[in-house]
C-alpha cells in the first residue's frame, strides 16, 4: 500500500459540512449484490459493514433470518454465499459510512484518511454527534516493543499489531460520527488488515513523525508528551477531550475461554469514562450472546498513560493474549471490528449523555 509521507500533517480531524443529501440517496450510490461470500476469519458484523450495511442488532437479527441454515451458530462458512438484506429496507437504512470504501463515486461528505490502508481509507460521516469531541487513541506498545507476545497454529500474534488493528477500526468509527481523532501511534503502511495473523514490524512511530525512543522510560513519556500538547492546542474548542489506550493482557492461568473486555483508569474522571464503556460492553453481550455472561474488571492502575496525561484517560484490554480461546477471537478481524464498535458505541453514549469530562481530575 501506499506510504504515506513523513512530513504531511497526520492530523485525523473531521470538519465537515453538511450537505443535506438523504442518507438512502447517498447509500443508492452503491450498488448492493444479492449473494456474498466471507472473507476468511469474517464474521456477520465484518460482511454487513464491508457491504455497505452498518450493523446493529436488528441488522444482524434479519442478516440471520435471511440465511437460517447457511450458518454455523454465529459463525460464517467459508465458501457459502449470504443473501444480504435488500436496499431500502429497515435493515439498511443509514448505512452509507461502509460504502466510502468501495464506491468509486464519493459524496461531498466523504474524507480520505490513507492511514485506514486502500480498502477503508475512505471515511463517510454519518452525523455530527461527536462534532466537538477530541480523541486521542493509543494502541499499545509498537516500534521497539512488540508487546507480549502469543502463539497459535505456529504463528506470533504480537499485541502491539492486535491492538494498532483494533485501535484504526475504533478511530474510522468515532471520525463516521463526527469526533476529531488523532492516533498517537501511527504506521504508515499498516493500514485497518482483514486478516487473522497480522505480520509484526517495528516501523510505528508517533503523531507528528516522532520517532520511538528506544528506551522504555522515554518512550512512555513521548506519548504523555505528544497527548499534552494536542490537548493544549485543542482546549478552547473542545467540548471533552479523552484518552482510549487499546492493548491485550497476557495473564496466565485464565480458566474462561472468552474475551473479557477489561478497563483501568487513575483518575476520578477515567473511572466515570470507565463505568460507561464497561456498561456498553456489557449491554452488547447481553444483546448479542445473551447466554455468555460477562465478566470484564473496571481496576485502578497506576500506569503512565493514566496518571500522567492532561486529558480523561481510559485504559482498554481486549482480551488474553495467551489463552487459546482469546486467540483464536482476536484472530477473526471480524471480532476486532465488533469489539472497535462497541468501544466506539460506550464512547458516544457517554458524550451524547453530557458526561464527558473536558478534563481529567488533577
Given at each position: ?81 449470504y443473501r444480504l438484506p435488500v436496499a431500502g429496507s429497515s435493515s439498511t437504512s443509514g448505512s452509507s459510512s461502509a460504502s466510502a470504501t468501495t464506491s468509486s463515486t464519493r459524496s461531498s461528505e466523504a474524507r480520505r484518511y490513507p492511514i485506514f490502508g486502500p480498502e477503508h481509507e475512505w471515511v463517510q460521516r454519518r452525523s ?172 485502578r492502575r497506576d500506569l503512565y498513560i493514566l496518571k500522567h496525561t492532561k486529558p480523561t484517560a481510559v485504559l482498554v484490554e481486549l482480551g488474553n493474549i495467551r489463552h487459546q480461546g482469546d486467540q483464536v477471537r482476536l484472530t477473526k478481524p471480524g471480532n476486532r471490528q465488533a469489539l472497535a464498535e462497541w468501544i466506539a458505541q ?17
Amino acid at each position: 500500500m501506499s506510504p504515506i509521507p513523513r512530513f504531511a500533517p497526520f492530523i485525523l480531524l473531521l470538519a465537515l459540512a453538511p450537505t443535506g443529501l438523504p442518507v438512502g440517496e447517498a447509500h443508492a450510490q452503491t450498488a448492493q449484490p444479492t449473494l456474498v461470500a466471507p472473507e476468511p476469519g469474517e464474521g456477520i458484523w465484518g460482511l454487513l459493514r464491508r457491504n455497505g450495511i452498518t450493523p446493529n442488532a436488528k441488522r444482524v437479527a434479519a442478516f440471520k433470518e435471511l440465511n437460517a441454515g447457511r450458518l454455523d451458530g454465529d459463525a460464517l462458512k467459508v465458501g457459502v454465499q449470504y443473501r444480504l438484506p435488500v436496499a431500502g429496507s429497515s435493515s439498511t437504512s443509514g448505512s452509507s459510512s461502509a460504502s466510502a470504501t468501495t464506491s468509486s463515486t464519493r459524496s461531498s461528505e466523504a474524507r480520505r484518511y490513507p492511514i485506514f490502508g486502500p480498502e477503508h481509507e475512505w471515511v463517510q460521516r454519518r452525523s455530527t454527534r461527536l462534532a466537538g469531541h477530541f480523541y486521542y487513541i493509543v494502541s499499545g506498545h509498537g516500534g521497539p516493543d512488540p508487546g507480549s507476545i502469543g502463539r497459535l497454529n505456529g504463528r506470533t500474534m504480537p499485541e502491539d499489531e492486535i491492538a494498532y488493528d483494533t485501535a484504526l477500526r475504533v478511530a474510522r468509527r468515532l471520525l463516521e460520527d463526527g469526533a476529531s481523532v488523532y492516533m498517537i501511534v501511527r504506521d504508515s503502511n499498516d493500514g485497518i488488515r482483514n486478516l487473522e495473523y497480522l505480520a509484526p514490524d517495528r516501523d510505528e512511530f508517533y503523531y507528528g513523525d516522532v520517532r520511538m525512543s528506544s528506551n522504555y522510560v522515554r518512550r512512555i513519556r513521548q506519548r504523555g508528551e505528544v497527548i499534552n500538547k494536542l490537548y493544549d492546542r485543542n482546549r478552547s474548542r473542545a467540548k471533552s477531550q479523552q484518552v482510549i489506550a487499546v492493548h491485550v493482557d497476557a495473564m496466565a492461568g485464565r480458566n474462561q475461554p472468552q474475551i473479557d473486555v477489561h478497563f483501568a483508569y487513575a483518575s476520578d474522571s477515567g473511572r466515570s469514562l470507565g463505568r460507561s464503556l464497561q456498561s456498553s460492553i456489557r449491554n452488547q453481550y447481553r444483546t448479542h450472546q445473551p447466554d455468555r455472561g460477562y465478566k470484564g474488571r473496571l481496576v485502578r492502575r497506576d500506569l503512565y498513560i493514566l496518571k500522567h496525561t492532561k486529558p480523561t484517560a481510559v485504559l482498554v484490554e481486549l482480551g488474553n493474549i495467551r489463552h487459546q480461546g482469546d486467540q483464536v477471537r482476536l484472530t477473526k478481524p471480524g471480532n476486532r471490528q465488533a469489539l472497535a464498535e462497541w468501544i466506539a458505541q460506550g464512547l458516544l453514549e457517554e458524550a451524547t449523555r453530557g458526561t464527558a469530562q473536558p478534563r481529567r481530575a488533577q
